[in-house]
């Protein structure tokens, strides 16, 4: 039996990591991360038993981190008050997860369809919805749809800036402009 090596195990999971932030789940090929790698297709099995394998190994520590930083933040901010306070607690919390790992960040959230991790977009759009219906008390259940697109809208501007932005205090005014803006939005709406 061959004896698995560090370095290919560590270029593995960087080059999957690439195409995984390149081509989500489904549009990266185990085939083409062999090639990447330098190592036969049949090679890479003996590392990882397949892309899922991967992916998960992947993917799993910053999922935990990343579901321990919302759980968090969503409990303190249940505790604070709203306006300007609570712009800076949704500021943080992003920031948090995107300083933890940008790639990861967006991995999880824009290319794991296909994966057990999935779900996670759609249970971050319904945090955000929820808050917005909080926000918006009587008129959420008029306008369930619109409440619908503007909590994904603000997680694809967050992931979309994420993506595009290549330094951290870019990215911070990018965001806090984002989510004044936003907020901003959801009081006139409330008015």
């Given at each position: 039996?061959?004896?698995l090596?560090?370095e290919i195990?560590?270029?593995?999971?960087?080059h999957?990591e690439?195409l995984?932030?390149?081509?989500?789940?489904?549009?990266?090929?185990?085939?083409?991360?062999?090639?990447?790698?330098?190592?036969?297709?049949?090679?890479l099995?003996?590392?990882?038993?397949?892309?899922n394998?991967?992916?998960?190994t992947?993917?799993?520590p910053?999922?935990?981190?990343?579901?321990d930083?919302?759980r968090?933040s969503?409990a303190?901010?249940?505790?604070?008050?709203a306006?300007?306070?609570?712009?800076?607690?949704?500021?943080e919390?992003?920031?948090r997860?995107?300083?933890?790992?940008?790639k990861?960040?967006?991995?999880?959230l824009?290319?794991?369809?296909?994966?057990?991790y999935?779900?996670v977009?759609?249970?971050?759009i319904?945090?955000i919805r929820?808050?917005?219906?909080?926000s918006?008390?009587?008129?959420?259940?008029q306008f369930?749809?619109?409440i619908?697109?503007?909590a994904?809208?603000?997680?694809q501007?967050?992931l979309?800036?994420?993506?595009?932005?290549?330094?951290?205090?870019?990215?911070l005014?990018?965001?806090?402009?984002?989510?004044?803006y936003?907020?901003g939005?959801?009081?006139k709406?409330?008015?």
């Amino acid at each position: 039996m061959q004896v698995l090596k560090d370095e290919i195990y560590n270029s593995i999971i960087q080059h999957a990591e690439a195409l995984f932030y390149e081509r989500g789940f489904t549009g990266a090929s185990m085939r083409e991360l062999a090639q990447k790698v330098g190592i036969s297709f049949s090679n890479l099995y003996r590392y990882f038993k397949n892309k899922n394998d991967l992916y998960d190994t992947l993917m799993q520590p910053y999922y935990a981190g990343f579901m321990d930083t919302i759980r968090g933040s969503l409990a303190h901010e249940e505790r604070e008050p709203a306006g300007e306070d609570h712009v800076h607690l949704v500021l943080e919390m992003f920031m948090r997860l995107i300083r933890t790992d940008r790639k990861k960040f967006v991995i999880l959230l824009e290319g794991s369809q296909g994966t057990k991790y999935e779900p996670v977009r759609a249970e971050m759009i319904a945090a955000i919805r929820e808050r917005i219906d909080e926000s918006l008390p009587g008129r959420a259940q008029q306008f369930p749809l619109l409440i619908q697109v503007l909590a994904a809208n603000l997680l694809q501007a967050i992931l979309e800036i994420t993506m595009r932005t290549p330094d951290d205090e870019t990215l911070l005014g990018n965001l806090e402009y984002l989510v004044v803006y936003h907020l901003g939005g959801i009081e006139k709406l409330n008015g």
